[in-house]
């Protein structure tokens, strides 16, 4: 009786695994590489300032290009001077997400000192992922009076 019941157990045990139904898998549209960049500096926002710094536990602004860049197997200067030859000038009303935008912020006497990784544009609403001394990785709109004039140049890398 002991085996009856058991083989009836493992039967409906059986059954109803193998009538399981068909999955359908959604296709989902893959994430461009700027996307994916984006995506990577977008996960350290909120990391404090730190010179020279690449990690969690601190970064500046150049660190959070490098590293999200270096993230997908592109490689970057590591200093935002030396990131600012590469790639091709492009402007503002034609900048995209993964695009870069140089800054001469005023302390600066030797020229480019800063870099931010536009994160979207929309209607020339430019917002950009950098990291600042005072606020650490953060997200800013390149309207605001600052960056406005602080602004150098675009450039696509991708």
């Not at 058991?6 to 059986?14: Q, T």
């Not at 059954?15 to 500096?41: D, F, H, L, M, W």
Request: net charge positive; with cysteine.
């Amino acid at each position: 009786m002991k085996r009856v019941l058991l083989l009836l157990v493992i039967s409906l045990f059986l059954g109803a695994c193998s009538s399981s139904q068909k999955v359908v898998s959604k296709s989902v549209k893959p994430q461009t590489k700027a996307e994916r960049i984006v995506s990577n500096a977008l996960n350290y926002k909120g990391v404090r300032y730190k010179f020279g710094g690449t990690t969690k536990r601190g970064m500046d602004c150049s660190g959070v290009i490098y590293v999200a860049f270096g993230e997908e197997n592109f490689q970057m200067p590591r200093i935002s001077r030396d990131m600012a030859k590469r790639g091709k000038k492009i402007s503002l009303n034609t900048a995209k997400k993964g695009d870069l935008l140089f800054f001469k912020t005023p302390n600066s006497r030797r020229g480019i000192n800063h870099v931010g990784l536009v994160v979207s544009n929309s209607r020339g609403q430019i917002q950009f992922i950098h990291a600042t001394s005072s606020r650490g990785v953060i997200v800013s709109s390149l309207s605001e009076k600052y960056w406005k004039k602080a602004f150098v140049k675009a450039t696509k890398v991708l």
